[in-house]
């Protein structure tokens, strides 16, 4: 298989432990970050996923809330999930 990613990824041997939130704070999800590169990251959720808007949401990466990331979802398997990071500024895609 070869790799289709454009950055390069960082691996975390152990797992950084992290929380999705939700945009307006409405639901919050424990989850390990297994790995990130500059553009987005593979994690793994503890607990269901189902019912949670997963489209934009925020991962937290401190217990204060001073580092996050904004995620879009790029794909879900099983328990683990692929986000890609939301650059500030960006340009949001009109939905039609």
């Not at 790799?3 to 041997?13: G, P, S």
């Not at 553009?39 to 997963?54: H, K, N, Q, V, W």
């Amino acid at each position: 298989m070869t790799e289709q990613r454009k950055a390069n990824r960082v691996v975390f041997e152990k797992g950084f432990a992290a929380n999705m939130m939700a945009i307006d704070g409405t639901w919050r999800r424990p989850c390990t970050m297994l790995d990130a590169s500059d553009t987005g990251a593979r994690l793994s959720i503890d607990g269901s996923m189902e019912g949670l808007a997963l489209k934009e949401f925020f991962l937290v990466l401190s217990t204060v809330g001073k580092a996050y990331r904004r995620c879009e979802l790029a794909w879900v398997n099983g328990n683990q999930a692929g986000v890609y990071f939301i650059k500030a500024g960006a340009k949001k895609k009109k939905s039609e």
